[in-house]
Structure formats: C-alpha cells, structure tokens
C-alpha cells in the first residue's frame, strides 16, 4: 500500500519488513521516530524497548543477535559515544542475526551538541556504513543491510541524516512477514567470549572483510553514475537530492556534469571510483559533515598514481561546517561553469528586521518554576548553575540565565563535582547546583552521584521530574512504569535511589509551590556533601489544562516585571499593561508570586 | 512540480498542514514529499514544513526564491521567509501574531500590521486569513491549520482538489473532530475567492 511515510518511519518499516526481532535504543533528535513506529506498528511479535541508555541498548541488541533473530538499536550520533564501547568490541566478536545500528546524525547541527560524523566512526571501528539520501531508498536500504549484517555475521551502521529522517515521501510498503526467529544461542566460548587471541585472529579477518566488501559494493546498486560530462560530482546521502536539483537548475550547462552517489562510505567502493575518475577532468565533492568521500578520492588518486583536481571541504570550495543546500551547492557549480547565479531577491532588499524567535520553555513548564525557585533561593550568594541535556537546557536563555555549563548527558553533576574539588580548600566556595532530568538520570546521572557520595562532594543536585523525556517527544522511561511494549512494570523511585546511595538529605517538592521550593532549596544548599531536590510536577505539553490566568487591566501598573524575571511565551505587553495570551496560558500560577500588585488571576 | 512552504510557531500545526496537503497529493496519484522541523524548535521557535509534489528528483527542501505559495500560520514569519516565494507566487498569511519572548523582553514593538502592509507592498497576490475569527465561528483554536489548506487548494496554485483533501481529512482525523475541521476548510477556502 502507498504511504506517506517519514524517512524513520520508512527505516521502521523496512526493518519491520526484514524481520526484525528485538528492537533496542534511546530517545534522540533526529533518531526517535524509528523505534516509536517498529512500537506501534507491531504486528505482535517483535519486542520493542526504550533501554535506559544506548549502551544498554546496543548490548540488548547484540544479544538477540547472537540468538541468530535479526535486531536494531537506533540513537543519535552522541549516542553512538555512549554505545562505542560495546560496539567496538562486538565487531570483534561478530553477530549471528542480522544486526543494525541505526545512527542519525545531525548537520547544522539542528538539536545536538556536535557535527560529529559516524561515516568516520564506521571506518574507525571497521564496521559498513550504509548512507541513503531519501526515505523510499532508505526503505530498501535498510532491508539490504541486514541481509549483508547477516551474510558477514557482522554489526553494521545504518546512518541517516536530519533531511533524510525528518523528510517525508510516497513509498509502497509490502506485507509484514513474520520475524526471523533464529535457531536460540549455541554456547561457544570460543565465539562468544572476547580474549585477545580471539581479537588478533578477528583483526585479520576485518581487515580482509574491508578488501573483500569494497570489491562487492563497488557493484552495489546504491554506489552508481549518472551522466557523462566531464567534470564530476561525487555526493553521498541527502546531498544526492540537492546536487540532481541543483544540476537541473543549471539547465543548458548541466550535460557538463557526471555524479558519482556513494552509499556505503565503509567501505569505500574503490573499482567503481576509479572507474568514475577515469571519466573525468575534474571532481567535486558535495557531503555534509567531514569529507569522508573527498578523502577516499584523494587516498585513491595518490594509491594509483593519478593527477585530477579535486575540491570540496579541503580546498575550502565547500563549507565545512552546517547543512549544505540546493542554493549552496548551485551556487558552486555556477562559479564552475562561469554563469551567473544570485539567489536574493531585489523586491526583499528592505525586508525588515523581525526579532529572532529561538525556542523557549513552554508557557507554564514546571522548569521555569523550579529555576526560578532556586534563582530566589540563591539571590546574593556565589552559585554555579551546571545544566544538562534536555528542554531544560533552555534554562539558560534570558530572563532565567540558569545554565552556566551544559556537555553531555548525565554531566553536570560530575561537572559540578568537579568545579567543587577544584576549590575543596577554599573559604568560601560557592554553592554548586546540578540540574538534571528525570530521563537523563535514569540514563547516565546515576553513577555521577555515586561518584560524589564516594568522593564527598558538595553539590545540590536538582532533578526535574516532569514524569517524561519531553526534549524528544515524551517516551516512557523506568521512573514511569510504563513499556513499549504497552506493559507496566515497576515504576523505579528517584528519591529512593537516592535515598539508597546514602545523601545528606533528599526532598521532593513541587515547583509550582514557590515558597516550599525557595525554602527547601535554602535549607540544603547550606548542608555538606551530596543533597538532592527533586522538582516533581508534569510536563504541560501532556498533562493539558483547560484552565488560564488573566490579567486585571486596570489593576495592572504595568512594571513588566512578570515578562522580564520569568520569559514566559504567554506573557507580552499591549498599551502599557501586561496580557496573557490564553491559548498558550495554563495557569501555572507563577506570574501570580512574580506580580507585585497581585492583579493576576485565574480566568472567570 | 510544486512547492509550497509553510510557516509558523512551533505549536501551531504546520507539520499536520503540510502531511495533509502531501496526502492529498497522494491521493491524486502523485509523488509527494515533504520535510518538517521537530526537535527543539518545536519549542516555540521559527518552524518551516516544505511540501514538493509531482517531483522525485528534488531536494526535500523548498530553495529560496522556489516557493509557489509561501503559507505563514503568523504574519512576523511570513514576512522572515519571503525571500523562499517565487517572483509570481502567492502569500497566504493568518493575521494572528505570536509577539516573540525576545522582542518582549527588549520591549521592541511587535506589529502585524505593518508586517502585512509590507508583503502586500512587495506581493501581487496576498491573502490574510483572519484566524482569531475562524477559530472562534468553529470553537475551537485548534483548526488554523485546516483553515489554511482549505485557502490554499481554492487559490488553484496547488492544483489540489477540495475532494481529495476532504478524502484525507476524513481518513486521518477523528470522527469527533471532523465536523470542526470541515467547516474550517469551508471557511478558509472563502478567503480565496
Ligand atoms: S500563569 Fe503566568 S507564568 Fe504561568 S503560563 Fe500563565 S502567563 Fe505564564
Ligand atoms: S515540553 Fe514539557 S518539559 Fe519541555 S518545555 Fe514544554 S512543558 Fe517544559
Ligand atoms: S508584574 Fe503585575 S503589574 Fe507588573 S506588568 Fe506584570 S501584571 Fe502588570
């Protein structure tokens, strides 16, 4: 049946239509979206899970892969970090399965910390990268890949980008077989357990598997050329779709061009370049992230002794940095081909200056009420405010100013940890706050705090359990007692974790309530070692109220001091006096402690 | 091939605009594509949804100077993604603005007007749709979007029809809802007249 299907929503699908069994990962922009669909489009047999974290994940799918069943494990590029232990060594010892590791990267990048490239993680770890450039040849991709993953008894990568997962196109989508069950785990320690005889006799065999797979992908249908012009284009994942656009635009210049597509990087398809090399004066290369392709040319051209001028990235023909386009790219090949090309409009010349619009908590998230707590809590004291991976990172925009450091999942309490030992023999410290997610704890927080009860830290760690991992789009996680399988299991307590590793003292408050959450938080940023507040109120973007608050206009002397001390988006000024926008209000009540006239009500 | 972007406020529902414009294309038997913004800036940020039909060979985004309608769910963002409209395309604009949290903090004046005036200024063909007032003759603030497809196949420019979008708006939306949503089409569609 034809569907409009997102480029995820495809890559579920055709796992789904490769017979996948045990589906594993952890929730991250541009990745989400493949799991939560395997999830609801289960014909029943298929076990989905949300691990707690991707390391978690990747060694859930391994181990259905030794069973010889068919699995993925999906995440986002950073994610890949945390799985790249398990995954470095897996490759070593090899799978039985078909196994997919579904990694989405992010040019720009658009919602991630780094413009890391798992194209390079692919030869680092010797592990097949498979690249598509859009949703219906991902679809078919993806079903190859576990075919080759199999046929080698080996993990591959399946890479995806921002354009490619978020895109949507018309795709035919056959009829779900039944999973591959496999024939169960054969105990072998010869196969299964890693020593280092077992790593030098699977070193040899990688390093003959990479000759042995650049010979076959160099036959593979998604390494291919089109046309015969003479200066060439050599382009892997969504850049295929801007250079053919960009090409077309060229109108009577573009049989000038030939294009290489590359769509397995990993092994680098050799015999096919250089067949494309010897068919041309010139090359360029198109590829967003680090130039994987450009360099395997140029490694190519050096290895048989050949002259042709390449640019890209390394000559600085091409940005090396964010997202590239139709209009970049045209721009390039217009510069080769000596044509005129502007993209500005004169009409738009005077477009007037509209202010930015960056993200912004949402009207009424309990975040905002917890930051805003602590803010009071801490006014005329030295405090560092170390943030982490989440909506909350958005705490560290004006009017709250509440994130001074933000890396990785899970960091900021070590971050904090950290700051605090680098002045254990000072007078007057200052108080160090770690905020942290409910989601993020669960998937890398913990051990953080244990590290600081060990080695007697002094940090206030504050988690914010809006009872979500809203960032991505509200997955289940084990504080909720929720699965995707649609199952309840035991709901995991922070507190009592917590309480468990032995803190000073842990409190659970509620946001909302001001004067509860100022006070708490006085109370244990004076106490010593490890304390912990947990901020407990549901995220708004799921728990909806019909209820808004409503200014008295005639009441109101209009200071702005609700709009310039909290940022909420409901909040904006009209003929001198304050309003709240009521399709955006919830009536979180926050605006009501701020106001100094109290002329903030709920709505009648 | 045709394209259309649309614009708006992370929260106003561009992503379910664009899907049912693809899927009415779809349902005429064309290839369709679209490409949305989700992740962080659904957070109340700047959100574009590209729409292309009728072409596989071609970027997942619409390119500047490319777009056949420019649709904007809020005047301020129609006005930032003017340079994406064709010399000949149309502008289909809610008068409904969402004033910034940054312009409200640097108390910088945010006016719709004069963001409309401006278009209409550079623009042959702009259509404002007054949404406040759809959302208000529907009882509900949630049917903007539908409201703008509806403007958006009556201009013709899409060369979609109002039967196959009717068709999608049946299959996709709850029975609950589909009333709501058919009128917001039919009034939306007037604007265009
Ligand atoms: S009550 Fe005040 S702070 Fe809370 S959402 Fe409404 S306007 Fe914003
Ligand atoms: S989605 Fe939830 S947690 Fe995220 S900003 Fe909105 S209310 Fe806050
Ligand atoms: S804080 Fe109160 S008095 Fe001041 S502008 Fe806001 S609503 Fe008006």
Avoid at chain 1, 192 to 201: A, D, G, M
């Amino acid at each position: 049946m034809k569907e409009l299907l997102m480029g995820n929503e495809a890559i579920a699908l055709g796992a789904i239509m490769a017979g996948v069994k045990v589906v594993a990962g952890y929730p991250g922009t541009p990745s989400t979206e493949v799991l939560e669909t395997i999830a609801k489009r289960n014909p029943g047999k298929i076990h989905v899970e949300w691990s707690t974290n991707e390391k978690s994940a990747l060694e859930v799918a391994a181990g259905a892969a030794y069973t010889g069943a068919r699995s993925i494990v999906t995440m986002k590029q950073v994610g890949l970090n945390v799985a790249s232990d398990p995954l470095m060594s897996l490759n070593y010892v090899g799978v039985k399965g078909g196994m997919v590791v579904y990694v989405a990267d992010d040019p720009g990048p658009i919602s991630s910390q780094t413009e890391q490239d798992t194209r390079h993680f692919g030869k680092y770890a010797k592990i097949p990268v498979f690249d598509p450039a859009t949703p219906e040849e991902a679809y078919e991709m993806i079903q190859d890949a576990f075919a080759y993953s199999e046929k080698y008894g080996m993990p591959v990568f399946f890479r995806a980008t921002t354009r490619v997962c978020h895109s949507c196109a018309t795709i035919d989508v056959g009829e779900f077989p039944e999973p591959t069950e496999g024939e169960g785990f054969i105990k072998d320690t010869s196969r299964w357990v890693i020593f280092p005889k077992l790593s030098y006799e699977s070193k040899k065999k990688l390093e003959a598997r990479e000759v042995e797979l650049a010979k076959e992908f160099s036959k593979l249908k998604y390494n291919f050329i089109t046309g015969t012009g003479r200066i060439g284009i050599a382009c892997g994942g969504v850049s295929r779709a801007y250079v053919c656009e960009a090409v077309n635009d060229l109108d009577e210049n573009k049989d000038i061009f030939s294009i290489f597509n590359v769509g397995t990087p990993y092994p680098f398809p050799e015999d096919a370049a250089l067949e494309f090399i010897n068919s041309i004066d010139k090359l360029i290369c198109f590829e967003e992230l680090d130039p994987v392709i450009e360099d395997a040319f140029t490694y190519l051209l050096g290895k048989h002794n050949i002259k042709l001028e390449i640019l890209g990235k390394r000559t600085m023909d091409v940005p090396n940095a964010g997202e590239l386009g139709v209009v970049s790219i045209t721009k390039i090949l217009a510069g080769l081909t000596g044509k005129e090309y502007t993209e500005s409009q004169e009409r738009f010349k005077d477009l007037p200056d509209i202010p930015g619009r960056p993200p912004v908590l949402c009207a009424g998230c309990p975040h905002r009420a917890s930051f805003y707590a602590v803010k009071q809590a801490m006014k005329g004291r030295k405090a560092i405010f170390c943030g982490d991976i989440g909506c909350y990172t958005l705490g560290n925009a004006a009017p709250l100013d509440m994130t001074d450091t933000c890396l990785c999942m899970g960091a900021g309490i070590t971050i904090a940890e950290g700051l605090d030992y680098a002045e254990f023999d000072k007078d007057d410290r200052s108080v160090k706050f770690a905020f942290v997610g409910d989601s993020t704890f669960f998937a890398s927080g913990i051990t953080g705090v244990i590290n600081g009860v060990y080695n007697k830290a002094n940090i206030v760690v504050c988690v914010l359990d809006n009872s979500t991992t809203a960032m991505t789009g509200h997955q289940p996680h084990p504080g909720i007692g929720k699965t995707m399988m649609g199952d309840v299991s035991n709901a995991i307590s922070i507190p009592k974790v917590l309480e468990a590793i032995g803190l000073t003292k842990v409190v659970t408050v509620d946001p909302l309530n001001q004067e509860e959450a100022i006070n708490a938080v006085k109370e244990l940023a004076d106490l010593p070692g490890v304390k912990a507040i947990i901020f407990k109120s549901p995220c708004v973007a799921i728990v909806k109220t019909k209820k808004s608050a409503e200014v008295d206009r005639d009441k109101c002397i209009g200071c702005k001091k609700c709009i310039n001390e909290l940022g909420c988006p409901a909040l904006y000024m009209k003929d001198g006096r304050a309003c709240i926008d009521k399709a955006l209000c919830t009536d979180c009540g926050l605006c009501k402690t701020v106001c100094p006239v109290k002329c903030i009500k709920e709505e009648a | 091939m045709k394209s259309l972007l649309l614009c708006g406020v992370g929260g106003q529902g561009t992503v379910l605009a664009s899907r049912i414009l693809a899927q009415a294309a779809m349902e005429e038997g064309k290839f369709a594509r679209t490409a949305e913004t989700i992740g962080m800036a659904q957070r109340g940020g700047c959100v574009v949804s590209h729409v292309r039909i009728d072409s596989k060979d071609c970027s997942p985004l619409v390119p500047l100077k490319k777009a056949d309608i420019l649709i904007a769910f809020e005047p301020g963002e129609a006005v930032r993604n003017l340079p994406y409209l064709k010399p000949e395309g149309i502008v289909i604009v809610c008068d409904n603005p969402i004033c910034p949290v940054t312009a409200s903090l640097a108390g910088i004046e945010y006016d719709s007007r004069k963001m409309i005036d401006y278009i209409k200024s550079k623009v042959e063909r702009v259509i404002v749709v007054d949404g406040n007032k759809i959302c208000e003759e529907c009882g509900s603030s949630k049917v903007v979007n539908v409201a703008l497809v509806g403007t958006i196949i009556k201009t013709g420019a899409a060369e979609l029809s109002e039967e196959s979008v009717k068709k999608v708006l049946k299959d996709k939306l709850k029975p609950e809802f589909l009333e709501m949503n058919m009128k917001a089409l039919t009034l939306g569609m007037e604007y265009a007249i």
